[in-house]
């Protein structure tokens, strides 16, 4: 289990604490899949915006619920290092709030994530099929 999930009582959606190391390896190094969606965009705050989104997702199962830039110092450094860009570009992630989002979508509809509530009765079945 990640250390970097949220505690109970801690707003879904948000990490914990820092990722480890292993946990940045794991879960916000890109894939080969990866690759090509975010080079393309075109803004360098983008390109690590794009990576910090989909990190998340995985580590955390959702996006971040509230703020797409909240994530920690740790994870734009890492995905920044992975462009060969400096961190701070990050900071242009949120200017336009579109933006941040869009994201979301793009990884949303590459991967095939879809909403809880999409699922939920599948997920429901699953567990009461083999009781």
């Not at 990576?51 to 199962?61: P, S």
């Not at 336009?96 to 979301?104: C, D, G, K, N, V």
């Amino acid at each position: 289990m990640s250390t970097c999930l949220p505690a109970k009582g801690i707003r879904y959606g948000r990490f914990a604490t820092e990722p480890s190391p292993g946990e940045l390896e794991q879960f916000f190094r890109r894939d080969e899949k990866a690759l090509g969606p975010a080079w393309a965009k075109r803004r360098p705050a983008t390109r690590p915006g794009w990576a910090a989104q989909w990190g998340t997702v995985r580590v955390l199962g959702t996006f971040p619920t509230e703020d797409p830039t909240a994530v920690p110092a740790s994870v734009v450094r890492f995905v920044a290092g992975q462009f060969g860009i400096d961190d701070e570009h990050f900071v242009e992630y949120g200017t336009r709030s579109q933006t941040a989002y869009e994201p979301a979508w793009d990884i949303h509809d590459e991967y095939g994530y879809r909403d809880f509530a999409a699922g939920e009765e599948e997920l429901r079945e699953f567990p009461a099929a083999r009781v």
